[in-house]
Nanobody, 120 residues
């Protein structure tokens, strides 16, 4: 069983930065990608970004140019550097892993989430 543990959330003022981390207990080759989703109160969970094991990265339009996803495969860890944060970025951020990472589908493994709050 793959377990994902997120860290790095917190409170920041608009325009500030945060860096999220997610470490997997294992990252078997059948899982080709890891990424981030977020869910704000009263809203559906939305995809934010993901990275494939070989390095391709993808971003939601709402975060493109502000967020950067990276990975450390030696340590089964991914990061989400979030810059120029806006109040609308406030949400619980979830790390997830899957063998395909199809946007809009439920991925196989999920972390417990880390809260990000951006004040205006």
């Amino acid at each position: 069983q793959v377990q994902l543990v997120e860290s790095g959330g917190g409170s920041v003022q608009a325009g500030g930065s945060l860096r999220l981390s997610c470490t997997a207990s294992q990252y078997p080759y059948r899982l080709t990608c890891m990424g981030w989703h977020r869910q704000a109160p009263g809203k559906e969970r939305e995809w934010v970004a993901h990275t494939y094991r070989l390095g391709n990265t993808y971003y939601a339009d709402s975060v493109k140019g502000r967020f950067a996803i990276s990975q450390d495969n030696d340590n089964n860890t991914i990061y989400l550097q979030m810059n120029s944060l806006k109040p609308e970025d406030s949400a619980m951020y979830y790390c997830a892993a899957d063998r395909a990472c199809v946007i809009g589908q439920r991925w196989a493994y999920w972390g417990q989430g880390t809260q990000v709050t951006v004040s205006s």
